[in-house]
């Protein structure tokens, strides 16, 4: 069954471990700097490697969800001629 949710109704990203018996979760609200105010490249329970995938300045994908919260934003107070939604589900 799929839904429609509004794109201003994104409010968060969850986070939940796939470690070996961890499954530790995160909730955080969309805000500006994942990296600075909450660092989210692993699980804070187990240490398991959530968004890095190598080493290295290039090796997160930090800055990629920062550029999806930024388009949310953006696309959610857009003043275009049509509404966007989300589409989720199977």
């Not at 969850?14 to 909450?38: D, I, M, N, V």
């Not at 699980?43 to 920062?66: A, F, I, M, Q």
Request: contains cysteine; glycine residues 10%; proline residues 8%.
């Amino acid at each position: 069954m799929k839904q429609s949710i509004n794109l201003n109704e994104i409010t968060g990203f969850r986070f939940r471990c796939k470690g070996k018996r961890c499954g530790a979760e995160l909730s955080l609200p969309l805000q500006e700097s994942y990296s600075l105010t909450h660092p989210v490249d692993s699980c804070p329970n187990c240490g398991s490697p959530w968004l890095r995938l190598s080493d290295g300045p290039n090796g997160t994908v930090v800055p990629k969800l920062e550029q999806i919260v930024a388009s949310i934003r953006s696309l959610s107070s857009w003043p275009g001629a049509c509404g966007i939604t989300a589409e989720i589900g199977q």
